[in-house]
């Protein structure tokens, strides 16, 4: 253990005068300490051979060695700046003396020497104490102009005081080298910071040796983070462009609309119709004039429409089973049955690109009036009962989709029904223009060589009719709530059944959500087989679901390869599984070499 003092400046009167036999105050406090023994001192020189500090050796505190570098010449940081700087960066503790009758030096100290320490002590922490010495000779120094080159006027308590302030030092008064100030005063605080620079390395030095024990100790087995699951993207609806498909091939179509003279005709679908406007609801006799109840509605009804059941067709639509007759209706404004097809194009998107609906009405008419004519018929069209007709209520609520909430009204009922479903003993009604629109099976099923094509009454083999109302109202409504995450697994297989790929997809990333929010105590003890999910997803051509189950199964290996189920992995499944297992083969053994380790050494293992 050692301490490293370093002490700059002379506090001498002047550095050079005749009276050199003066003691220095570090030799000083050396010869009169009672904790200071074995002193030994030599002389070291510069490079032209003047000597620049007097190095003295001792021993302190017993058994502590006590090494002070005296530098009683400043001119050491102009000539040998990496000396200084070596010394100050070797420091323990830094002693600044002077002497309070030298003004000059103490001006030259703080203007040129007091910024070098400080910049050598920027990114350190050393103790620093200033020793002002003397008696002041002539009292308050005079501030007269003439006076201040005086290098005999003395150094003011408050101007030490400062100097002390801007090195963050201890600031001390000497009025004599005896040995109250040498030993009681100089020789506390000096000894006080000894001590606490002993304490410091102590500290610092226990610190290491705990680190050193610490890379040399046997280190836990670090657990490595399980692969990352694939990633599962869902499929963007297009149920909107769906129906307008279904306008575009006129499919399925049971309303054919005629001017007077029936010169043309533009199909479309009552279902979908219906589902937009109670005017549409009112013409096809789905409600009465009573179920309304407003009477707007009720007067454009009768004065732009006329029905007529039951008559021949000149054209006769496609894909209608002959048992159910078309419905033919004359639109007795011949200004808006030429805007027609643009109004029915408006609704069967989605009944919400009410600006291009008026541009392209604008265009082909080129008549203001005939154009606020047609868009006041469709606001009454589209309108609610009850409720005032707007712009704004097609610009804003009417831009919601109509579709989804709408015909979730004819799921399941009988109403326009000209299809049923027979399955499990029960009765299922449906449109042909919804299913057609929504499932590709079901539109080549209706429209091809099919005996579906042409019968009312179908049957569905396979499913449950739970299950297949679910996947009805997914055709209806674009959306599904299974209530489990076995039905949402029946509800893929009907899915993938009629070729829905979007519903398959819902499906796979319910089921993904609800095995990942389960805890491990819950996956450990449900009776829910994840195997035979597997097992299912990969024969019905789910292999993002399978992939991912297989994944899930690797990442908790301690449960599932706990259950009787694993063992009907194949043997592909299997050896995926092992090389992907979490925690891995190697990790256990590590852990268990640990284990062992721990226990021959008797300590407390606190890893798991």
Known sequence: RSVNIVAFGNERDD????????????????????????????????????????????????????????????????????????????????????????????????DSYVP????????????????????????????????????????????????????????????????????????????????????????????????MQKCHRVQPPQ????????????????????????????????VAF??????????????????????????????SPADIHDAPIVRTAQSLFAVE?????????????????????????????????????????????WERLEEDIKKKLKDPEKTEHVLEKVKCILKTPGKLNTVKDCRS?????????????????????????????ATVPAHRAVLVARCEVMAAMFNGNYLEANSILVPVYGVSKDTFLSFLEYLYTDSCCPASILQAMSLLICAEMYQVMRLQHICELYIITQLQSMPSRE?????LSIVSLLKKAKFHNSDCLSTWLL?????????????????????EERNFVEMHRWPSNLYLKQLADYRNYVHSQKCHCTVM
């Open 15 to 110: 550095g050079f005068s005749e009276d050199n036999q003066q003691p220095s105050l570090i030799w000083s406090y050396l010869g009169r300490s009672a904790l200071i023994s074995q002193i030994d001192s030599s002389l070291s020189a510069s490079h032209v051979g003047n000597p620049v500090f007097t190095e003295y050796q001792a021993c302190v505190f017993g058994n502590v060695r006590l090494v002070v570098h005296d530098c009683p010449v400043w001119d050491i940081f102009d000539s040998d700046w990496y000396t200084s700087r070596s010394l100050i960066g070797g420091a323990d503790i830094i002693v600044i003396k002077y002497s309070v009758n030298d003004k000059t030096s103490f001006q030259e100290l703080k």
């Open 397 to 425: 609520h009417q831009i919601k989709r109509l579709y989804n909430t709408s015909l979730r009204l004819f799921f399941n009922t009988p109403v326009l029904a000209d299809v049923i479903f027979k399955i499990q003993g």
């Open 116 to 211: 070098m320490i400080k910049k050598a002590l920027n990114h350190c922490s050393v103790p620093v104490i200033i020793s002002a010495i003397g008696a002041r000779k002539n009292g308050v120094p005079c501030t007269c102009p003439l006076c201040t080159s005086d290098r005999r006027s003395c150094v003011t308590t408050s101007e030490g005081v400062q100097l002390a302030k801007e090195l963050g030092a201890t600031y001390l008064e000497l009025h004599t080298l005896n040995d109250f100030y040498i030993q009681k005063y100089f020789g506390g605080v000096l000894e006080y910071f000894m001590i606490q620079s002993l304490n410091q390395k102590s500290s610092e030095k226990m610190k290491k040796r705990k680190k």
């Open 309 to 353: 059941a039951g008559a021949a067709f000149p054209l006769a639509p496609r894909g209608i089973p002959p048992c159910v007759p078309p419905v033919r209706v004359v639109v007795k404004d011949s200004v808006f049955c030429s805007c027609l097809p643009d109004i029915l194009h408006f609704i069967y998107s989605g009944a919400f690109q």
């Open 551 to 571: 994944h899930f199964i690797a990442t908790n290996y301690l449960i599932f390869s706990q259950k009787p189920e694993f063992q009907d992995l194949s043997v």
């Open 223 to 254: 657990l490595e983070q399980p692969e990352k699951m694939p990633i599962l993207k869902g499929e963007a609806s297009h149920y909107d462009a769906d129906l307008h498909n279904l306008l575009c091939c006129c499919q399925c179509a049971d």
């Open 523 to 527: 996956l450990a003890s449900t009776s």
């Open 258 to 287: 005629y001017p007077e003279d029936l010169s043309t005709v533009v199909e479309a679908h009552k279902i979908i119709l219906c589902s937009v406007s109670h005017l549409f609801m009112l013409l096809f006799e789905v409600k």
